[in-house]
């Protein structure tokens, strides 16, 4: 189906706001801040069984036997299940690795790698049950490291593997045999050989990047149920109900008609929510035992059984022209997955260097498998983790022809009608106007603190769109609802409420958004890739145009005029002109209360695949000092300027880029996992893996540029990723200007910092 | 699984004779930020808790020849807020000031923190250096032990299964002495110490180290008073070269190990960045008290 505001969004630069770029309280912060929320956790169905799940050991092992006998007749113990309990597909296939990381198969790929569930009347009872169910493995050498998986006398996982896009001539990858790595991916343009040999300065570093952990507050936790009929309900944490509901029914073979998926409150997400981990389990255990059956992870299973981002390592070698234009980059990079592929890896060749308009580039990538739990999406998914170098190699290149840092990436910066690598031609973008407020802004002025060190970074994020199924209902008391397919990750129900108030001319007070179960809309995209306020702006605001025409159709007919007599205006129907004749103007409410004796229900619902997100661009300025007798690295000052089209609710997009550099900030000094020698990891919870407290990070300085989207509305761009894409490099950067060597390997920690030091101290 | 029995007697007889009975793993319970963490995360599965919080005499603060007596069970807010002690003791607090957040040590106390036997617990070094004597009270009576012969391995102390410790007597302070302590973690606060560095000590009208103790933290299978350490301190002005003899003695009894929360390098050589820093402050604060 045409979607005419696919076309034609109405944007105009000049329009009037009331409601847009105000800040109005979130109609669901209330709930909040009280604690009355309800998170699925709150869930409590009568009958309902605790379910736990018995996980693997070890790192690498195959299931010879589990006998779940012991465990079946303790009392109190209503369901037990296995890879018995769930369809065979092959492996090496999607479904067929989605089912295996649920619950293991042939073998366990990791430690914390679900073999077994139980559901029982209490919590004691199933924790205990887990002890009576037997497994016998065999346990294989296992690998970690991405680039010990590559190498050739490396354990494998998969004996069946192959390279995808694997290539004569480089030795890294092989077709004949099994590998770790699961695809060698290229992409480039132009000829980097001729962009090198036209270079003044080349500089070229290799880095590394460790995994780190989403961190959502809210561990996952799931309620299932199964009826006679065989149909299924779930509660659960997702910003992907209609994904998780059509995943289900491929790994259950159910029909996605036969299960219904409700999101709850959502206590954090930030990519890591796009994957089901207990849900299936729970829904096997519920058919089985016919009781409701909850799976509620503690913060040890969340570490240890969820997915982290990818670790990398990179090379990434940039030339250019004493004048600062430059002429060629190149970079290999790996990807570090977990047992089976999915770390989303082409991003990064895709995105490492958009921002800047360059001639030849060549990136070669590839994705190899671990013994790890599977990773999972995370803000701007492996792009911030190679931006860590890129960035890097652009400061020491400014430095070294003696140009401003953000003057340097100005000469390159790409310009609207830029074309990118991956063959997208840019419309109005935002990069230029971002470095020029960075430039500009105080704290780029500011003379750098004494005995600190100042580093700036860029980054840039897609932005998407997608598939967004909503509807909008006029009451008959003229307030409305709008019933959203996506799920609200970050405050998201605000913002859309306040376009349709703008659209409707009604206060945001008379909107409410409600979260849809998967039976009630159709299909909805993942919520993910800053795609969901620009996307439900586009489909809520169409919404609001088609009740608009409605009513004025309506008031028409109520006036007896022909349709073109009525004009709408700060939500009021109106007589078009004094021709049409003398009528008392109509509110939404007069109209919605008349449904009786006109044409019913005023309803309007949008299915669209929407196009036309707008990239997004940041640039972020740090100051961070060093303590050289113990590596500690203080963040003293942060400003992150990026461009948002425009700021629906500023304070909510404020929250956005503080809370990516605070991730950032974590990944950059402390985050780690500590695996032992047996694979295990050793600090799964948030006393030894460490992310950031309060008072780690000062109060985070933001500037929102505004250089609107006219594909949208409103004109605005997602802003969810771009925010973390700079920090890591920003902040090596930074360390490397106070202690005058900058780190190439993540985390910046204090025993990783003084180690730095100390050589340099050895070297001098 | 056995079944949990609390407790929660009402005097120190009766505490010490529910422990003396118990058949399986008992668990003294104060403010519980230790072993409810244990227990939830299945580190320790007791048959009987009995919680302390209900006898008058292990909760208190008060004057006692010139010095303290803190029950051991008293919280760190209740520590931190007792203006006296916290003037008297300033290393002390500062040790009990990084326990957790200000929820924990609303219910965290010394005794718990000494008795949970953590080589990382961070007013256990103060208390080392400050010569405070712990009560302990057993069904053969009471004993009163020095507190760095408590802690004997992690999570292991010397009191035997049915012994109790009731409070701390901190000793009578002369004028210009000073205590101090510091810790290294990667975060600011919520962390676990990567070490931790107590030094107490008192000097002369002329400003001459009589006295010092230093103890320090998380570098070994307990805290350690660092008697060598000490000694490099008395007789000097605590100046730069003492200070240097001192942190010698300070790394050289650290005897850490490779853990997530850090390297032995790293550890070994904080440690004495720590440490003169911490003389320095102790130094500071002994000048000023006259």
Known sequence: MAHDILDNSGFSADRKLKIVGTNPIKHDGWDKVTGAAKFSSDIVLPGMLVGKVLRSPHAHAVIKSIDTSAAEKLSGVKAVVTRADFPEIKEGTPYGDMTRMVIAREKVYHEGHPVAAVAATSESIAKRALKLIKVEYEVLPHVIDPVEAMKPDAPVLHAYMRTKGAKPGDAKVWADKASNVVERYELGVGDVAKGFAEAEFVVEHVYDTKPMHQGYIEPQSCVATASEEGEVELWCCTQAPFVYRDRLSEILKMDSSKIKVQQSELGGGFGGKTAFYAEPIAIQLARKARRPVKITFTRSEVFRGTGPV???????????????????????????????????????????????????????????????????????????????????????LATKIGMDQIEFRLKNAMADGATTIYAEKFGKIGFIETLEAAKNCEHYKSPVPKGCGRGISTGFWFNRGGETSSSLQV??????????????????????????????????????????????????????????????????????????????????????????????????????????????????????????????????????????????????????????ETGFTEIVRYTVVEDAGKAIHPLQVEGQFQGGAVQGIGWALNEEYIFGTDGKMQNPGFLDYRMPVASDVPNIDTIIVEVPNPKHPYGLRGVGEVPVVPTMAAIANAIGNCIGIRPRSLPMSPPRLLKLLKEKKGKA | MSELRYEAPESVSAAVALLAGAKGMARVLAGGTDVIVQMETELIEPELIVDIKKIPEVRGISAENGGFRVGAAATGMQICDHKEFARTWPGVIEGVKLIGSIQVKGRASMGGNLCNASPGADSVPPMFTAGAIARVVGPKGVREVPVEQIPTAPGKTSLAKDEIVTSFFFPARPKRSGDAYQRFTPRTEMDIAVTGVAINLSLDDKG????????????????????????????????????????????????????????????????????KRVAKAALERALANK
């Open chain 2, 208 to 275: 001459v180290c009589t006295a010092a103790r230093v103890a320090i933290g998380a570098v070994a299978p307990t805290a350690l008073l660092v008697k060598d350490a000490g000694a490099a301190l008395v007789g000097t002005k605590v100046d730069d070269a003492a200070i240097e003899k001192m942190v010698a003695a300070a790394r050289a009894a650290c005897k850490p190990i490779d853990d997530k929360r850090g390297t032995k390098e790293f550890r070994i050589e904080v440690t004495g960045v720590l440490a």
């Open chain 1, 310 to 396: 990818s670790g990398t390592q990179s090379r990434i070698k940039i030339g250019c022209r004493k004048d600062g234009t430059i002429t060629a980059a190149e970079a290999e990079l790996v990807f570090q997955t977990g047992p089976y592929s999915g770390s989303a890896f082409t991003n990064a060749p895709q995105a490492m260097f958009t921002r800047y308009d360059l001639p030849n580039v060549k990136t070669v990538s590839y994705e190899v498998v671990s013994n790890r739990p599977k990773v999972a999406s995370f803000r701007a998914p492996c792009v911030p983790q190679v931006v860590f170098g890129v960035e890097d190699v652009m400061s020491e």
């Open chain 1, 475 to 628: 009451a008959p008391d003229g307030s409305v609802t709008i019933t959203l397919g996506t799920a609200d990750v970050a405050g998201s129900r605000i913002s859309i409420s306040m376009m349709v108030a703008e659209e409707l001319g009604i206060p945001v007070d008379k909107v409410r958004a409600v979260l849809a179960d998967t039976h009630q809309l159709g299909f909805n995209r993942v919520t993910a890739g800053s795609r969901t306020t620009f996307s439900q702006g586009v489909v809520l605001v169409d919404c609001s145009r088609k009740v608009i025409k409605e009513m004025a159709g309506r008031a028409a007919r109520i006036w007896k005029v022909p349709e073109e007599g009525v004009m709408f205006e700060d939500g009021m129907f109106r007589p078009a002109s004094t021709n049409v004749g003398e009528f008392k103007p109509l509110s939404i409410a007069d109209i919605a209360k008349q449904t009786t004796n006109t044409e019913g229900a005023i309803a309007a619902r949008s299915d669209m695949n929407v196009t036309g997100a707008g990239p997004g661009f940041g640039c972020h300025i740090v100051d961070v000092k060093v303590d050289e």
